[in-house]
């Protein structure tokens, strides 16, 4: 099955500092997406993202699915970005989706 | 208006006891899912379903029932609790085609089994 790999596991900013964290997979994807888990918990859908560049404020994500692979960009980070990023990509031709190990961020004030 | 909402939010039970845990969207979305993230954040898709039918069915013990009475709900049953069933649950939704706008996610149910 497909593998999804991200980078780094961990990372400690210091506020309002830039960042960026890397998802890879292993085969063709159509889609892709970015999820943002809080510390208490809960999983916010951040982008859905198949090719191309979004940007929603101070983020923003760009998919390369020819070399497999995706980037999310935080700017100006805030203590409020803390917590684990996942990435998640369907199964060739399937409702079912692979997420990735996670990047987990901690900014500092 | 919570758009996928779980309940309970936490579970604590022993051993050998039987549990549901409900989910709700009103997001008129069509299919449902229940993942598992274990003690590593490790996120790993259980069960899926596409107006009410089972399209999705992952390698988990057959102690784990999903059912969905209607497409704005799917609840999971699991009997027969073991140890290592403690995890968080985590329901999700999302539009036909999956086009533009993905998962939402409900906010979990943490479960301990003791």
């Known amino acids: 099955g497909i593998q999804v790999e991200q980078s780094p596991p961990d990372l400690i900013l210091q506020e309002g500092a830039n960042s960026t964290l890397r998802c890879n997979f292993s085969?063709?994807?159509?889609?892709l997406q970015w999820f943002h888990q809080n510390p208490w918990g809960q999983l916010i859908n951040l982008f859905y993202i198949p090719s191309g560049t979004k940007q929603n404020g101070r983020l923003s994500a760009t998919t390369v699915a020819t070399e497999r692979y995706s980037l999310l960009y935080i700017s100006s980070s805030q203590t409020t970005d803390s917590g684990v990023y996942f990435c998640a990509v369907p199964t060739s031709g399937t409702y079912k989706y692979i997420f990735g190990t996670g990047t987990r961020l901690k900014v500092l004030a | 208006d919570t758009a996928v909402s779980q309940t309970p939010k936490y579970l604590v039970t022993q051993m050998g006891n039987d549990k549901s845990i409900k989910c709700e969207q009103n997001l008129g979305h069509d299919t449902m899912y229940w993942y598992k993230q274990d003690s590593k954040k490790f996120l790993k898709i259980m069960f899926s379903?596409?107006?009410?039918?089972?399209?999705i069915n992952e390698t988990v013990p057959n102690r784990f029932s999903p059912k969905s009475p209607d497409k704005a709900h799917l609840n999971l049953h699991i009997n027969s609790l073991e140890l290592g069933d403690s995890a968080v649950y985590f329901c999700?939704?999302?539009?036909?085609?999956?086009?533009?706008?993905?998962?939402?996610f409900g906010s979990g149910t943490r479960l301990t089994v003791v």
């Open positions: 999700a939704s999302s539009p036909p085609g999956q086009i533009n706008y993905g998962y939402t």
């Open positions: 379903y596409n107006n009410k039918e089972l399209i």
């Open positions: 085969d063709s994807v159509n889609n």
